[in-house]
């Protein structure tokens, strides 16, 4: 089938960051007119910390999506094997896995580097500023 690209937003927050699920899908949708995607409905992420019950079952749905489209990559598990497995899940499926706050997306083995690169940034930065405390 094929016919479009799952949503999958967040009702916990990812790395400091929270956006209600409502704006959190309207990001989604506009990314998807942007770029001339069939936006299908969004699932959303259990609230328990680490839990990615909803982003397996899209993986699961993969053989009759095109994709899927994360509000951003930062809800992707913090443990970098995790996130290797999940990239992994979209290629070897042909399948693409987009990032809408982002503007990126995973097509195939060549796009992982950057997104990694971006997570070791991310990852990098809160240890180069100090307490704030004075």
């Known amino acids: 089938m094929n016919n479009g690209f799952r949503g999958y937003v967040s009702s916990r927050p990812f790395l400091g960051h929270r956006a209600p699920q409502h704006i959190q ?4 949708r506009d ?8 936006f299908l409905l969004s699932v959303t992420e259990y609230a328990m910390p680490n839990c990615f019950m909803m982003l397996e079952q ?3 749905e993969l053989p009759d999506l095109q994709g899927a489209i994360l509000y951003s990559l930062f809800q992707l598990p913090k443990n ?22 982002e503007n990126f997306k995973i097509e195939s083995v060549d ?8 997570w070791q ?8 500023f100090g307490t704030g405390t004075k």
């Open 25 to 28: 899908n309207l990001v989604i």
């Open 31 to 38: 990314y998807c007119q942007r770029h001339q995607l069939n």
């Open 58 to 60: 899209v993986i699961q």
């Open 80 to 101: 970098k094997q995790k996130r290797q497995s999940i990239y992994q899940h979209f290629v070897q499926d042909n399948k693409s896995v987009h990032f809408a706050v």
């Open 111 to 118: 796009d992982i580097q950057s997104i990694e690169d971006i």
């Open 121 to 128: 940034v991310k990852l990098t930065l809160p240890g180069c």
